[in-house]
């Protein structure tokens, strides 16, 4: 796969086209892509995919502060290699690209520049200025600048429609099993380990408490959950904390991510880790006690294990 951050030296031989900011790169997502490969190999072209860095809206609301990304970009790009796509085009979004109208992004740029063949959208198309791109408009720009277009049906699962929004719902929830299963694999947070308190040793429960690589990317909500943990090259199983920890932090207002990696107790701040989530077992909950947290502790561990020995 190609990478092209601008269209300065872009060429693909008779692309095929599909555009969008694919957060999650979910099972809806995917159906796109492969009828993107299949009609790129019928008409012996390439697949070229088109999306943007910053994620649209932080340029056209900046003051929204409730951006929430199941996908980094890193983690986009790994997802689309995956996929076995030609080029992936991560175009910069800028104030002045938001002003340009849908007649003018075609023309300017996926015509003009790209040389777009054909191109491929999802059920619930929208773009350019206002969102005022539709598929009934595309169809038009297609019809009068000479290239193909198709749009693709939505993507049903258990007879509900995938789609970002509730994937994000899924995980604000715990309910990973749906995440997941939308997702087409499972959700992961990459993150770097920072100091915590070390309260968790004094109970024998050591956490490794950590903070995102991106600020935007989604946080599951409050509870435990059975996680794997990747670190130095290996894969821990393990239990997850995220909450306010309010045993421990009696005055807390901020929320803190701890794992606790099974069979695991080396130094690693400053480190890079990444976490799989599988399975939420419980709400956090407020102890009297240390010992009565240890004690749910010893629980959690076992239910964290006989999850993965039942999956």
């Known amino acids: 796969m190609k990478i092209h951050r601008d269209l300065k030296e872009f ?12 957060d999650g790169v979910h099972l809806g997502h995917r ?8 009609l790129a190999k019928s008409i ?8 943007f860095d910053p994620h649209p809206r932080k340029v056209v609301a900046p003051s929204e502060t409730n951006l929430r990304l199941l996908t980094t970009l890193s983690e986009k790009i790994n997802l689309f290699e995956q996929s076995g796509i030609d080029h992936l085009i991560v ?3 800028t104030a002045e690209f938001a002003r340009l109208t849908y007649e003018q992004f075609v023309e300017q740029i996926l015509v003009n520049q790209i040389h777009t063949k054909s191109l491929v959208v999802g059920y619930d198309h929208k773009f350019g200025k206002g969102r005022e791109g539709d598929f009934d408009l595309l169809k038009s720009c297609a019809d009068r600048l000479g290239f193909q277009i198709e749009k693709l ?5 258990n007879e509900s429609n995938i789609s970002s929004t509730k994937i994000r719902e899924s995980i604000q929830t715990g ?16 993150g770097v380990v920072v100091e915590g308190q070390r309260i968790g040793r004094t109970i024998h429960y050591p956490t490794a408490n950590i903070d995102a690589l ?10 435990v959950y059975a996680v794997s943990v990747a670190v130095r090259g290996t894969v821990y199983q393990g239990m997850l904390n995220i909450g306010n920890r309010p045993t421990v932090n009696h005055n807390a207002d901020h929320r803190t991510v701890e794992v606790n990696i099974f069979d695991f107790d080396e130094d690693i701040y400053g480190e890079p880790i990444e976490v799989v989530f599988y399975h939420k077992l419980r709400e956090e909950q407020k102890f009297a006690s ?9 629980k959690d561990k076992i239910n964290v294990l006989e999850y993965f020995k039942r999956n």
Do not use: C, W
């Open 214 to 223: 991106d600020p935007d990317k989604i946080i599951p909500g409050y509870g």
């Open 11 to 22: 060429h693909a031989q008779n692309p095929v086209v599909t555009i969008g900011t694919f």
């Open 44 to 51: 012996h072209g390439e697949s070229v995919i088109f999306t």
């Open 31 to 38: 159906k796109i892509i492969s009828r993107l490969k299949d």
């Open 153 to 157: 049906d939505v993507l049903l699962m």
């Open 290 to 298: 240390l010992d009565d947290l240890k004690e749910q502790l010893a």
């Open 175 to 190: 309910d990973f099993e749906t995440a997941n299963a939308y997702l087409g694999y499972p959700f992961t947070l990459h």
């Open 91 to 93: 175009y910069p979004f």
